[in-house]
């Protein structure tokens, strides 16, 4: 069981959160800058923006039934701040066109596999069916981005 005074659970989905509409951002900026593939960035963009969404509602879940929840694997908010720091830096070369586009989707890449990206069923599970669902859309959703992206590296390298 999660205890309701455990902050740091609290501040940790905040900042996975606001990890999350960073990421949105770091999307909008590649549709500006790369109109040919502008569709395919607002889909990116549109999850990481459901994403954030979805921690709304497991902080609310987890407020009203700590019970339901148990910590696993812990993740630092050094790390989630350090990460979201790094994307803003990304963003602001990228539009500024100090990174050219075709690095750019490397790091996309490198950031949907980043730890970030990928811990957020470790470090909190649940027996909540609904915010488990949540959890398990946003799993299969960076898991996808990190095979669309994959894919536009392959057609872009062919």
Do not use: N
């Not at 940790?12 to 509409?21: A, G, R």
């Not at 070369?93 to 996309?108: G, L, M, V």
Request: with cysteine; net charge negative.
């Amino acid at each position: 069981m999660v205890q309701k005074e455990s902050t740091d659970v609290f501040d940790v989905l905040q900042e996975m959160k606001t990890h999350e509409l960073w990421m949105a951002e770091f999307y909008r900026a590649f549709s500006e800058v790369w109109p040919a593939e502008r569709e395919f960035w607002f889909d990116m963009e549109r999850a990481e923006k459901r994403h954030a969404q979805y921690l709304e509602k497991i902080v609310q879940c987890l407020t009203e039934k700590p019970d339901h929840f148990h910590l696993g694997r812990p993740i630092r908010l050094a790390a989630i701040r350090t990460s979201i720091s790094g994307i803003q830096s990304v963003i602001d070369q990228f539009k500024k066109r100090k990174i050219p586009i075709y690095k750019a989707i490397f790091i996309a890449r490198d950031m949907e596999q980043s730890v970030i990206e990928s811990r957020v069923g470790e470090f909190l599970k649940t027996e909540d069916i609904e915010c488990g669902a949540l959890m398990e859309e946003m799993i299969y959703d960076t898991k996808s981005h990190l095979e669309r992206l994959t894919k536009k590296i392959g057609e872009w390298t062919k």
